[in-house]
């Protein structure tokens, strides 16, 4: 294959590979049934303007491959009217008897077998890919394989709000108004005040940078560059997703608890309605119900509600393929979210009204280091996960 062409084929591999990168986020997107995020939104853009760089690329290569086929084809047309010399074919001989029959008319001076012998008896050389490994370009097969969970399910439910600043307070109602029957008449009415508190919130900042030569991002296919950004975008996600999950189980009251070995679903489903009885009062009804549970659960979990069950089922069931996008299914009309930054054995019920996350993500950051040849380049964000009402989460512990 030529030069232009390997170019081509290149240039039409990261095409592919990028328009599958952009339908994959998409497709998460759509399986969860929501809009892209900031993240998501960031990453189509960059995908997107290499695939405008690669089109304005491949049409000049494509011309010239044009001509240079029309050529070949010429060249292939006029090859029946040259005369080359006739090459002479290799002799393979059926069975030993043969090769001794040629050697004994050889001997009585027969020209054909003389000619037959020297040509089986010709030293030919063997060129095997082994002789010329500069000759066979190494071929990488993409898109890389990198498996990290962006999906971020606990802080997509509850909705990630825009971080107005390093520290803030919220304020919440810590006493409320009195109301009371008036017994007997002209009696005066109960009074109370109404008290506004605040919860203080201090936001955090995760982030991380790597330094990455210019070499390696002018010869690596697929881009080194994008590889990494979306790599520290991933590991964000993660740890955002983990400080969410661990904060808001680390204040959630201890709550109803799964025996040793496997449960029934009834014990299953008394357990969520256990813990969904303490967190709703919490709240006054405001939220909605969910469930967080760890993936290694599901295995408990799963075959308990399988999505065959009648239609007089406690749930419709979990579906394996349904895990990617976070949301494994229901019980008794409960949400069940699958998050990695769940412990082990813990499920936390939680109403949304209880806790709110919020985030400013900066993204990614470059800078040009021109004494070693280099670009350092960041990703990073702040990130703050608030307890509203404790007694509007509960956890729910299986015993190992």
Known sequence: MRQTDQMLARY???????????????????????????QEMELVGRARDRIQTINGLVAPLAESSRIAQESRDRMRELAPLLTPEPAQRPVEYRSAG????????????????????????RAAAHQ???????LLPE?????????????????????????????WSRPKVTQHTAVAGQSPEKTELVSQKMVIGKLPVSAS???????????????TQPAIMDLVINDLAGQYALDTENHACSTLTAAAPAGPTLPTGAPTADQVSAALWGAAATVMPATG????????????????????????GPTNAQSAGFNVNA??????????GIPIIVSGGMAADTILVASTA??????????????????VLGVQVAYAGYFAALVIEAAGLSKIVKTP
């Open 12 to 38: 039409a591999g990261e095409l592919e590979e990028r328009q599958a990168f952009i339908d994959g986020i998409v497709e998460d997107a759509e399986t969860s049934n929501r809009d892209l995020n900031a």
């Open 98 to 121: 043969a090769y001794v029959l040629d050697i004994w008319r050889a001997g009585l001076g027969q020209d054909g077998a003389r000619s037959r012998l020297d040509v089986y008896h």
């Open 128 to 134: 095997t890919t082994a002789d010329n490994p500069g």
């Open 139 to 167: 071929q990488i097969l993409g898109p890389v394989v990198n498996f990290v969970d962006v999906a971020r399910p606990l802080i997509n439910a509850l909705g990630p709000r825009q971080l107005p600043s390093g520290s």
């Open 205 to 219: 900042t995760y982030g991380g940078y790597v330094n990455v030569s210019r070499q390696d991002i002018d010869w």
């Open 285 to 308: 009804g405001q939220g909605q119900i969910i469930a967080v549970a760890p993936p290694e659960l599901m295995p408990v979990l799963g075959p308990l509600f399988p999505p065959v």
């Open 323 to 332: 895990l990617a996008s976070g949301n494994a299914g229901s019980i008794s």
């Open 354 to 371: 209880a806790a709110e996350v919020y985030e400013d993500r900066i993204g990614s950051l470059q800078v040009v280091e021109p004494s």
